[in-house]
Nanobody
C-alpha cells in the first residue's frame, strides 16, 4: 500500500507563488513516474507536469516557464513550485505515482484570485 499526501495549497493573488508538496509513505514499490494533475471546477482532470525516475520532466504548455516539478522517485517527496500564478491555475491539485499500479493523493486546493 502506497499513500500520497499533498500539502501547500491555499489562496494567493495573481502573480504570486506557491509550493506544493507530496509525501509518499508505505510499502517500497517501484515507481517509474510521478506527476501533478489538477482539476478545475466543472472541468476534467488534466496533467500538469511529470518527472521520471531518472529526472526527466515534462509540462503542459500552459505552465511552461512558470512551474517546476522536482523530487519524486527514488525519494519520497515530490514538489511543484508554482510561480506567476494565474486565475486559470485555480483547481484541486493531485499527486500521482505510477509503476505497476497508479496511486493518487487526496488533493490540495489552489485558488488564485485576480
Amino acid at each position: 500500500q502506497v499513500t500520497l499526501v499533498e500539502s501547500g495549497g491555499g489562496l494567493v493573488q495573481a502573480g504570486g507563488s506557491l509550493t506544493l508538496t507530496c509525501k509518499r509513505t508505505g510499502v517500497a514499490v517501484r515507481i517509474n513516474t510521478m506527476a501533478w494533475y489538477r482539476q478545475a471546477p466543472g472541468k476534467q482532470r488534466e496533467l500538469v507536469a511529470t518527472i521520471s525516475s531518472v529526472g526527466s520532466t515534462n509540462y503542459v504548455d500552459s505552465v511552461k516557464g512558470r512551474f517546476t516539478i522536482s523530487g519524486g522517485s527514488p525519494g519520497n517527496t515530490l514538489y511543484l513550485q508554482m510561480n506567476n500564478l494565474k486565475p486559470e491555475d485555480t483547481g484541486v491539485y493531485y499527486c500521482q505515482a505510477a509503476g505497476g499500479f497508479e496511486y493518487w493523493g487526496q488533493g490540495t486546493q489552489v485558488t488564485v484570485s485576480s
